[in-house]
């Protein structure tokens, strides 16, 4: 099990196209790949759960990848928030 926090930098937080974003590149790998935001923790392969999680500009998430390529999922989800989002 890996882990890493990131801070989302995107003007709009985790909406619709973001988290589709998210969950696209987080459906690459076979690891789980979720994250925790406040008290609750998302599954970062759902839309649905990201999109729960009201993930807003400027707050801080933890990501938790468990699996066999856990290491290169983490580095993608992580990449992919730094880099906004697409935004």
Request: net charge negative.
């Amino acid at each position: 099990m890996v882990s890493a926090k990131v801070t989302v930098k995107n003007p709009t937080g985790l909406h619709l196209r973001p988290a589709g974003m998210l969950c696209k590149e987080a459906l690459q790998f076979q690891s789980s790949i979720h994250f925790k935001y406040k008290e609750s923790t998302a599954n970062a392969k759902s839309v649905l759960s990201v999109l729960g999680a009201c993930v807003k500009s400027g707050d801080e998430i933890e990501f938790v990848c468990e699996g066999k390529d856990e290491e290169a999922a983490l580095a993608a989800v992580v990449k992919l928030v730094e880099d906004g989002l697409g935004e």
